[in-house]
């Protein structure tokens, strides 16, 4: 014992030493590791970078303030490389941590594998239900459709990094399993059984829609929320059955109000949705389109809009809805000669995101110059009507909205009930027929 009486252990050692005979030799205590609380689980940027990782999900706090896409591998995927490592010996010598990257990057050369399929062997096929992992294969297959939807600037983003976001944050997976099952559906009628799936995971992600808009933590969460509104927007046009483009009163869900959801992320989410990836390229685009949209063409839009000064006039529109229906018009415009002009189908979707509330009321309220000027963005939908998504809604909802207003309004219907006629209707049509049928326009 020392003077604090504590135990002195090199005094003990000495003296068990000493009774010991000459040819024992001294006992060497082993050393013992202490304990320690690190973690084998953080992400893997946290692991590149050598720091302690709170391992939060979907991202962890490091990643969120570095506003870097964070990123966890399972532990037994982590022995495998670890095993692999090993077994490759010296013929690794140049391999750095940097090859964990190489995931998401698109293959090039027959030899390599996709980038899904990376994803699919590295995150979560193991979790996944029979027909969750069919529907996720059958992506591969159907890619290009759904780049077809959104135009071809935005083949890299559907290829590359829309399945790992899918892949990381559930709620968005759960409308991805929706739309690629729709389509999967049709292009193989008789899979009755992907409607029922489709169905069931569209409902959990609008069950989940408050969640969705309130999620944008970090820039992956943000992205994630705005792609699922887009898909679930897609669905909306698939269900006609289960969801009428017009709700009959102010507190039903109909498509109309499904589609303005990209934009309230947009408002909710903007600063990190503006640092995203997927929307830089959006941004590049709608820059470049506004000068070419300025220059002025007389188009069937600009007609209309005389008509709505003319019912001004007449007391049949007041103030308000005239500025109102002009702008809606105008911005109707603007989406079709963008649409055109940059082979985008997304454009013509679009011009129902930014639709305002006051457009929207009017609208279900039986408003006869709303329902018309909507009458004229489902004759532009029908230049896309091949897409799988858009099918054959926009050439039944324009009777069944011109069945609902007076027999004086025909006149103003001529326009796009021709264009239901039509069979070469194309999206690099579209804008010249608004230009040169004005004349079908009368009232």
Request: with cysteine; net charge neutral; proline share 4%.
């Amino acid at each position: 014992m020392d003077e604090n009486g504590r135990l002195n252990m090199s005094s003990t050692v000495t003296a068990t030493a000493t009774t010991t005979t000459t040819a024992t030799p001294p006992v060497v205590k082993k050393r013992v590791r202490r304990a320690h609380s690190k973690s084998r689980n953080g992400c893997v940027n946290c692991k590149k970078l050598r720091v302690k990782c709170d391992e939060a999900h979907p991202a962890c706090g490091n990643c969120v303030k570095r506003k870097k896409e964070c990123e966890y591998v399972q532990q037994s995927q982590q022995s495998l490389a670890t095993s692999n490592h090993h077994k490759r010996g010296s013929t690794a010598s140049t391999t750095t941590d940097d090859d964990t990257d190489h995931n998401y990057v698109l293959a090039s050369g027959s030899g390599s594998a996709s980038p899904l399929e990376h994803a699919i062997g590295s995150f979560v096929l193991g979790d996944l239900s029979p027909c969750e992992r069919e529907v996720l294969a059958h992506y591969k297959l159907a890619a290009g459709d759904f780049i077809l939807s959104y135009g071809t600037l935005d083949a890299k983003i559907w290829h590359d990094y829309i399945p790992k976001l899918v892949l990381q944050v559930p709620h968005l997976a759960h409308s991805f399993f929706a739309i690629t099952a729709l389509h999967l559906g049709h292009v193989t009628p008789e899979r009755e059984d992907m409607l029922t799936f489709a169905q069931s995971n569209f409902y959990k992600a609008m069950g989940e829609f408050e969640t969705i808009v309130h999620s944008g933590q970090s820039v992956v969460q943000t992205e994630a929320a705005f792609l699922s509104t887009i898909f679930l927007m897609m669905i909306s046009f698939c269900f006609q059955q289960q969801l009428p483009l017009i709700g009959q009163d102010h507190s039903q869900v109909d498509v109309l109000t499904i589609t303005r959801g990209p934009i309230i992320v947009a408002k909710n989410l903007y600063p990190n949705l503006m640092q995203s990836n997927i929307c830089s390229f959006l941004n590049q685009r709608s820059t470049s389109t506004t000068t070419q949209c300025d220059q002025y063409q007389y188009t069937a839009f600009d007609k209309l809009c005389e008509v709505a000064d003319s019912l001004y006039e007449g007391g049949w529109l007041d103030s308000e809805q005239n500025v109102l229906f002009k702008t809606t018009l105008t911005n109707l415009k603007t989406c079709i000669k963008y649409s055109s002009l940059y082979n985008s189908p997304a454009g013509l979707v679009g011009w129902q995101m930014t639709l305002p509330h006051k457009f929207l009321f009017l609208a279900r309220s039986n408003h006869f110059f709303a329902k018309i000027i909507l009458i004229y963005h489902l004759a532009s939908l029908l230049a896309i009507q091949d897409l799988f998504w858009i099918g054959q809604r926009p050439a039944l909802e324009i009777p069944n909205l011109a069945s609902q207003l007076d027999a004086k309004w025909d006149p103003l219907l001529l326009w796009p009930i021709t264009l239901s006629n039509r069979s070469d209707l194309s999206i690099h049509n579209i804008w010249d027929l608004c230009c040169t049928d004005v004349d079908k326009i009368s009232l």
